[in-house]
């Protein structure tokens, strides 16, 4: 099915650990993001891409790395993961300016 | 600041009879305004986009309506169903360069009962 594809699921990291939240999608959408969802708060953006080769940072980048060197994924990095981290993660598409996003089914993290 | 908050924040309704969710916005420069379905443990599914001309576009037993003048927007849910218990996010663009800029509001949570 097309769509968002997203993992891990679920993933448990010690304090200081690294680990990669793998994105991949099949629409051939341009533009691919990374949000956090906190609870009572609104999904906030960390990092975006409007190309392959092109990326940029959002509202919350600290501590997150991101890279797009395909059209289709768009890994985002943490680097020493920190309690702070621990929220669910969405990746989302969308081919352009103005049109529908299409998100991920997300990935729980907890930072222990 | 951009911002968006919806209320009411939880809702409890028995299957069958309607609701309305609200959304009032602050953001500039205004793009466009989207409603969106969460299902637990799931990403948010686009029920609707409205332009700035758009006062009002359906999908199913969806209907949104947006007053740009008063910057307020409405959620209507017709003969609720089980299924229709989610979340539901009201989501503002604001385009101040290429791209969008989406700003989240926090949701408001339905939960339908038989």
């Known amino acids: 099915n097309a769509g968002v594809t997203q993992t891990p699921k679920f993933q448990v990291l010690k304090t200081g650990q690294s680990m990669t939240l793998q994105c991949a999608q099949d629409m051939n959408h341009e533009y691919m993001s990374w949000y956090r969802q906190d609870p009572g708060m609104g999904l906030r953006l960390i990092h975006y891409s409007v190309g392959a080769g092109i990326t940029d940072q959002g509202e919350v980048p600290n501590g997150y790395n991101v890279s797009r060197s395909t059209t289709e994924d768009f890994p985002l990095r943490l680097l020493s993961a920190a309690p702070s981290q621990t929220s669910v993660y969405f990746c989302?598409?969308?081919?352009?300016?103005?049109?529908?996003?299409?998100f991920g089914s997300g990935t729980r993290l907890t930072v222990v | 600041k951009n911002q968006v908050e919806q209320s009411p924040q939880s809702l409890i309704i028995l299957e069958g009879k309607n609701c309305t969710l609200q959304?009032?916005?602050?953001?500039?420069?205004?793009?466009?305004l989207r409603w969106y379905k969460q299902d637990t443990g799931r990403g948010p599914v686009s029920l609707t986009i409205?332009?700035?001309?758009?006062n009002t576009k359906s999908n199913g037993r969806y209907t949104a309506t947006l007053d740009a003048d008063t910057k307020q927007s409405s959620l209507h849910i017709t003969a609720s169903q089980l299924s229709d218990s989610a979340s539901y996010i009201c989501v503002v663009s604001a385009t101040p360069w290429g791209t969008d800029k989406l700003i989240f509001g926090t949701g408001t949570r339905l939960q339908v009962f038989p």
């Open positions: 989302a598409s969308s081919s352009g300016r103005g049109a529908g996003y299409t």
């Open positions: 409205m332009t700035f001309s758009e």
């Open positions: 959304c009032n916005y602050t953001v500039s420069p205004f793009s466009n």
